[in-house]
């Protein structure tokens, strides 16, 4: 992670998320992490229809698309139809793992501005695969922005957090959170999936 922004908010979901693999949405205390806010979203995810909506964006990263984003297609942070941003949403959702995308947004002008998008899951309820907690922020603020909104994006670069392994957890320990898995083989089966 590259960006203050994208490093403060990755600790405070380390912090609240201690052993299990995600922090809850309602633990989630948006007065301790104010100065974050406005580069923030929120997205729901709905894995059966493989769609992920901006449940909530933050005052800067609406000013950098020109328009509120609430209610929209996560996707259309791209502007076009492109697999990067399911498969993004997929590897947060179903990896319950965070990622971190290096992005290029493009405005109708031919200008384009370097953002870094970082993703966590969170659970919902008891529930994984249903929201996610990320930022999105420019590396700098050209003057055009707030007067020439981003049209487009193309995914530059991404890495995957993986979750650090704490010193006494053997690697076939299942995660916190898990009821724990069946041995088939060489492989852990963990309970969970479309019922």
């Known amino acids: 992670m590259k960006h203050p922004t994208s490093r403060k908010l990755h600790a405070y979901w380390e912090r609240l998320r201690g052993e299990r ?15 974050l806010l406005a580069d923030s979203l929120i997205l729901e995810l709905d894995m059966a229809a493989r769609e992920a909506t901006v449940r909530l964006a933050g005052t800067r990263v609406c000013a950098l698309y020109g328009r509120e984003l609430k209610g929209l297609p996560f996707a259309q942070l791209w502007g076009s139809p492109a697999a990067e941003p399911w498969r993004l949403v997929e590897i947060v959702a179903q990896d319950t793992l965070g990622v971190v995308a290096g992005l290029r947004g493009t405005n109708a002008a031919g200008e384009s501005l370097d953002l870094e998008l970082l993703l966590l899951p969170l659970r ?3 529930r994984t695969q249903i929201r996610a907690l990320g930022t999105l ?8 922005i707030g007067l020439r909104p981003l049209a487009r994006a193309d995914t530059t670069s991404l890495r995957i957090l993986a979750r650090p392994e704490p010193a006494d957890v053997r690697p076939d320990q299942p995660p916190a959170n898990d009821t724990g898995p069946m041995r088939r083989g060489h492989l852990l089966v963990h309970t969970g999936g479309r019922a």
């Open 137 to 144: 922020t420019p590396e700098g603020t050209p003057h055009w």
């Open 124 to 126: 919902h309820r008891g």
């Open 21 to 35: 693999s995600a922090p809850e949405r309602a633990e989630i205390e948006p007065g301790e992490i104010r100065h």
